[in-house]
């Protein structure tokens, strides 16, 4: 699943490409793939609406809109990505935003006036998703969707002080706490394995034993951890996610069996809360 790294890249390949421009129609080719509002009301009000911005929260892609705001979640397989010209659509594309040219004009009823360029169709945002889990929302209140997500890791309300406090409030285990989105948005598998890692720490230690060194450390593991996937464009581990460099630098995870970068001692597998973990028993002794 694309975590804060990918989709904070997805998010920064597509911002010049799409603002400023406007959404003439929308084809959707599987009606599951909508989860707000239904599918007939989500065509006829996107028609029309202006990219103004193009963005992340956690794990959500966000397309700031004239009026509404475009929320994706890629899930397991989800991708979006701008092709142009407009060629064949693919098996497993789901949605597909038809959009003017880049400095275009609209041609929808009711906005913009003239003829039509020609050049306007040939662009197209496609929403592609193998396993069918990604989901769409289109709504004035994105709070509706997010509302419930906790800080992000790379802004200002995550502080040490207040990692300590979320942690000693309750009691987990450390990785499934780290994984629940409302707690921390934007960290999945990868990234929790990374930054546990480098903190030191075992994914199974109880959240509110922690000291207070070993808080200051995992805020300073998940911080570089993901700033790292991010300057690596993420990790590319499947054919789901495309161009990211970060999978060459792992420090354990999917690397059971292989030496541990820090000790040398080999790196094995959990399951931790019914995921797939990788840890050195050396460093993240407990």
Known sequence: MPELPEVETISRIL?????????????????GTIAFPS????????????IREVGRRGKFLRLQLSE?????????SGDVELREPNGRFKLHDRLILRLTARGGRANV??????PRNRRESKS???????????????????????GRLGPEPLGRA???????????????QLKP???????????GNIYTDEALHLAKLHPLKISNTLSRAQVVRL???IRATLREGIRRNGASIDWVYRGGDFQNHFRVYDRAGQPCPVCGTTIVRLVVGQRGTHICPHCQRG
């Open 219 to 221: 805020h300073d593991a």
């Open 158 to 172: 995550f502080t040490a002080d207040w990692l300590y406090e979320g942690v000693h409030a309750r009691r987990r």
């Open 68 to 76: 509404y705001d475009l929320l994706i979640h890629l899930r397991m």
């Open 124 to 146: 197209t945002l496609v929403f592609n998703d193998t396993r069918k889990f990604g989901r769409v929302w289109l709504t004035r209140n994105m709070d509706e969707v997010l």
């Open 109 to 114: 009823p009711g906005i913009g006036r003239g």
């Open 15 to 31: 911002r010049p490409k799409l603002m400023g421009r406007t959404i003439l129609s929308a084809q959707v080719r599987w009606s």
């Open 177 to 187: 706490l780290l994984l629940d989105q409302a707690f921390i948005a934007g960290l």
């Open 39 to 50: 599918v007939r009301t989500f065509r006829r009000t996107i028609a029309g609406q202006q």
